[in-house]
């Protein structure tokens, strides 16, 4: 006997809005039907309405955890349109943000992985350690998450000397743990007999359906945005690119927590290498670029991310369009989600199965004007919400 | 290789440990360390405002409107539609706005988030 | 008359149903707390001092609110599994050995209608799950099965060496049997062990809380009860540790036996069983922090694979030993 | 696989189907190709040139017809740009040679009403349930409502 279950819109270990309808047999799952349309915020359009300057914000707020990756695809598509040149110091600073956000958001995941095993302890336990990141991140831009660092023609501040004794501190912290993490989830064999062989997606598969990020380097293929076309400074910091090779969810654990290491690294020799002079160069208030357009691409922690804008010589950008490495992860999702043959998906899975591609649908869906002037609001019985959450429910067939 | 059991030995080490939380909003408010230049409730000098208005064109977020006193123009900002994003700091001329280190910007009456 | 109305005073208050509901509730705050320090958290804090009258909070809380049965429920069996589940475990803790060699009930053949009865405990759970007639309670109640299939019959087993060592199934023989020595202490080590784990299984804690997994399946075949029926459930649960715990205690670390002073017998005794069972909560509690959830396939294959042939071979030890 | 061998490889191929070809900077390409020979340009990118990757969809309102853009890229990012006249914006789809692009354009569908030929599952993906039939929020004619901020 088969049955559907939702997953979402709201679940405990997924708070955001998605449902997935799984139909399942017993334990197993069958097949799986997803459906974002839930919070289409209106960014995209917003982005018209506003300034090139303006615009810097709002981009940031495309998602609160790779904040720092879309305002650098931001502002790098806008100096492309201008055909300005940042200076040096201004690369290596916004490189040094960028891989510190994407330490905190590998560390987030991590614990939000451990949460999904249900393993409480590594959970409270990398989610304790990073808040040293968060005091790094706070300490260079002046907040926890939103970093608002990166701007057209630089960025916003200096790090000092002090600073930068501080951060190699934390960095040295991090980095211990980091590597304890790392051999708890090598070696706990709870962790690995939930881990391994679960979630597979082929590397062939990987490319069919475009996956991105470490989802497509836990599936073997070398590609990385700061690798292939590198940006800000990635093409002066070494780095290797991580790449495991058993395409399940324990190698996205392990190329996630490699990258920490790797960023480790990467923020070490920038802060060694860091070029003194100006971090930004002043540009006006209202900028108007030449009509043309531009591609911009960052690799966020998530996954290649990609911005185009398109001016026509105003103050605006007549189009922005972005593209959100969770959107280009859904579709192999679904794949990792649908048993076939031999590879039996299980209910106990699909949360580390879908938090393993490090979902973000705030990212995802970005139109949605609230009728304020209508004003619409009613009141609803107990049973006409049941009901019409049951038609809803429903209607996704 | 392995090992049963592997994180008994950290989490034994924690139950000798100090805690990690902060007992934040009653207890321990000394514990909470902001660093120099946290972005916080924005502080306005009045006598060095000279009413350029160019904090009400930069702020992103609409929350700075213009009014007149009998001084002449100045502005006035919402705290409850701030993104703390400081960019009216950056771009004023005579540093009459700055943010401070006061993060709890949480108040039952909007009366209270209006700096002025 | 005297004597039976001494019967019924033990019963409601000491060592009976007043006392067992104040300790499980203490216990279920040591293992609160316990987890808490072992990650490095705070805990419960604020009601009472170090929040130590948290769960009879949080006990009251859900008997304040609103107790909702779904449309589509069976609501006969719904309504009366939380009371079952709770009588059950009440009724049991009168068995348990707290201020003397012997519980407030005992009988001869006791150890078996104790165990009985706890299997009844995993039978209520699905049909809490099957009554509450949701997606996630169906599954719910279908892994609670199935992880029962799994631990009972190491359980079982665990408890047999004990009763060979001891050569009586009466709680009190076993109790009074371990004077010289605790059975822990003997080859009954092996069986400590499994007995810990099949407990970890039947209190449906990390690794094995599989059929109330909150990440996959909300809260399992939990998750349709509320107010009334829910606090019933947790109080119930807390009983059931505090008895599992006990019973490991009685069975392997001697029970309320220890050295005693004339004239405070039972204080002592009450002390000695209460420590004794608390050590076995944190072992548990410690397990839970060191350890992922597993899937239920998983867990079958662990106990049938490791946790059955551990304990045939501890019962071969124990039957070739005594 | 630089960005003039692109170009070269391309025009050779389709000729003076495109339209026009520019590299405005290191590593982008932009082409434009009339709209019947969008997917064999993209066909041919994916699979002779091994570019593997569909990025992107892009749909903008410009005048009187919409453009599609399809980004392709693995290291050289290649934006393959056509046009199609606003009252019958019908294309062909991309979905039988990347499967992956399918969202991309059932987004593209939702925000400005392209209708890609040949996809098979395009109905409503980013917008609510409860949004009207017809009413296309990317396109210029959709005014979005800006409410004064409360105060």
């Known amino acids: 006997m088969s049955f559907y279950i939702p997953i979402g819109p709201q679940h405990p270990v997924h708070p955001e809005p998605l449902l997935m309808k799984f139909k399942v047999e017993g334990e197993q799952v069958i097949d799986v039907e997803i459906n974002v349309s839930y919070t289409h915020r209106g960014i995209e359009k917003g982005l018209e309405y506003r300034d090139y300057m303006k615009g810097i914000f709002l981009a940031e707020r495309i998602c609160g955890i790779c904040n720092a990756a ?26 040094i943000v ?13 614990g939000l992985a451990a949460h999904q095993i249900g393993f409480e302890t590594l959970f409270m336990y990398v989610w304790r350690d990073r808040e040293r990141v968060l005091d790094l991140l706070e300490m260079i831009t002046g907040n926890r998450v939103v970093t608002s660092y990166n701007t057209i023609g630089g960025v916003r501040r200096d790090i000092t000397p002090e600073m930068e004794q501080k951060i190699r501190k934390g960095l040295d912290y991090l980095e211990k743990r980091t590597k304890y993490f790392k051999k708890v989830v090598m070696e706990e064999p709870t962790v690995l007999v939930r881990t391994q062989n679960v979630g597979i997606l082929k590397p062939r598969e990987a490319i069919e359906l475009f996956a991105v990020g470490p989802v497509l380097r836990a599936s073997s293929i070398k590609h990385d945005v700061r690798a292939d076309d590198p940006y800000a400074a990635h093409d002066e910091v070494p780095f290797n690119v991580i790449t495991y090779d058993t395409c399940d969810v324990y ?29 930004r160069i002043r540009l006006p208030v209202v900028i108007k670029p030449p009509p043309g357009e531009s591609v911009s691409r960052v690799e966020a922690p998530r996954g290649d991310l990609l911005h185009y804008v398109k001016s026509d010589g105003s103050d605006k950008p007549y189009r922005y369009k972005v593209r959100t490495p969770t959107l280009a992860n859904i579709p192999s999702t679904a794949r990792m989600l649908t048993s076939r043959g031999d590879y039996i998906v299980y209910i106990a899975d699909i949360p580390i199965i879908f938090g393993s591609v490090d979902p973000c649908l705030c990212c995802t869906g970005r139109v949605m004007f609230v009728d304020v002037e209508k004003g619409k609001s009613w009141v609803w019985t107990y049973n006409e919400l049941v009901k019409y959450s049951r038609e809803r429910f429903e209607r996704h067939d | 290789m392995p090992k049963p059991g592997l994180m008994i030995g950290e989490v034994y080490k924690n139950l000798l440990s100090k805690r990690a939380t902060i007992l934040y909003p009653f207890k321990e408010r000394e514990l909470v360390h902001l660093p120099e230049g946290f972005r916080g409730r924005i502080v306005f000098n009045r006598d060095k405002c000279i009413g350029c208005q160019m904090c009400f064109r930069v702020c992103p977020a609409r929350a700075i409107e213009i009014i007149e006193d009998e001084k002449g123009k100045r502005p006035i900002f919402f705290m409850y539609r701030c993104i703390y994003c400081a960019t009216c700091a950056e771009y004023c001329p005579v540093k009459a706005i700055e943010l401070s280190t006061n993060f709890e910007n949480i108040a039952f009456d909007k009366k209270t988030l209006l700096v002025k | 008359m005297i004597e039976v109305l001494y019967k019924i005073i033990q019963m409601i208050l000491f060592p009976g149903f007043a006392f067992i509901g104040v300790l499980s509730l203490l216990y279920e705050w040591i293992d609160r707390k316990f987890y808490a320090k072992l990650q490095n958290r705070v ?12 769960p009879l909070a949080d006990f009251i809380k859900l008997l304040s609110k609103e107790d909702i049965i779904p449309e589509g429920a069976d609501k006969f069996l719904f309504t009366l599994t939380p009371i079952f589940f709770f009588a059950v475990n009440l009724l049991l803790t009168l068995l348990l050995p707290i201020c003397g060699t012997s519980g407030v009930i005992s009988f001869t053949g006791d150890l078996i209608f104790f165990v009985a009865l706890l299997t009844i405990t995993s039978i209520l759970v699905y049909t809490a799950g099957v009554a509450s007639v949701n997606r996630f309670a169906t599954i719910g109640a279908e892994r609670a099965v199935l992880q029962f299939i799994g631990y009972e019959i190491p359980f079982m087993l ?45 209190l449906e804690r990390i690794p094995f809380d599989i059929p109330e ?10 998750v349709e009860y509320s107010g009334k029926k829910l606090a019933l459930f947790r109080l119930g649960r807390d009983i059931e540790t505090l008895l599992l715990c006990g019973l490991g205690a009685t069975l392997f670390l001697g029970g309320p036996l220890g050295p005693v002073i004339p004239g405070l017998e039972i204080i002592l005794h009450t002390l000695y069983f209460t420590i004794k069972s608390i050590i076995i909560l944190l072992i548990l509690t ?15 294959v662990f106990s049938w694979k490791y946790l059955i042939p551990l304990s045939l071979i501890s019962v071969l030890i124990v039957r070739v030993v005594f | 696989m630089n960005e003039e061998e692109i170009i070269n490889a391309l025009k050779e191929r389709f000729g003076d189907k495109i ?18 020979c969008y997917k064999d340009v993209v066909k041919f990118l994916l699979q002779d040139l091994d570019m593997k990757f569909v990025e992107a969809i892009t749909g903008t309102d410009v005048n009187d017809h919409l453009e599609v853009i399809a980004h392709i890229g693995y290291g050289i990012s290649v934006s393959v740009k056509t046009k199609v006249p606003k009252d019958d914006p019908v294309i062909d789809s991309i979905c039988d040679i990347a499967r992956g692009a399918e969202l991309y354009e059932r987004e593209a569908h939702d925000l400005l009403g392209i209708v890609f030929k040949g996809n098979p599952n395009l109905k409503r993906f980013i917008l609510p349930e409860d949004w009207p039939e017809g009413v296309y929020p990317l396109r210029k004619d959709y005014e979005a409502k800006h409410p004064k901020p409360l105060r």
């Open chain 1, 70 to 95: 879309h305002t650098l695809c931001y502002v790098q598509n806008i100096e492309q349109l201008l055909n300005k040149e940042v200076p040096p110091r201004a690369k290596y600073l916004r490189l």
């Open chain 1, 98 to 110: 960028e891989e510190l956000s994407r330490i905190h958001s590998h560390l987030l995941w991590l």
């Open chain 1, 251 to 279: 190698a996205r654990i392990l190329v996630r927590i490699d990258e920490v290491l790797e960023c480790i690294n990467m923020i070490r020799y920038s802060l060694d290498h860091l070029p003194s002079g100006k971090y």
């Open chain 3, 43 to 54: 805990g419960p804090l604020y009601a009472g001092p170090h929040g130590i009258l948290q």
């Open chain 3, 158 to 202: 665990s408890i047999v060496s004990v009763v060979i060592s001891s050569g009586s199934l009466t709680i009190k023989n076993i109790v009074e049997s371990q004077s010289n020595m605790w059975y822990i202490l003997g080859p009954n080590l092996l069986a400590f062990a499994v007995y810990v784990i099949a407990v970890q299984a039947e």
């Open chain 3, 213 to 222: 997994a909150e990440q996959e399946i909300v809260a399992g075949w939990l």
């Open chain 3, 286 to 300: 410690t397990l839970k922090a060191i350890f992922a959830r597993i899937r239920v396939d998983q867990m079958l």
């Open chain 4, 19 to 36: 339209i026009d070809c520019k590299t405005p900077m290191r590593r982008r390409v932009f082409v434009e190709v009339s709209k019947e």
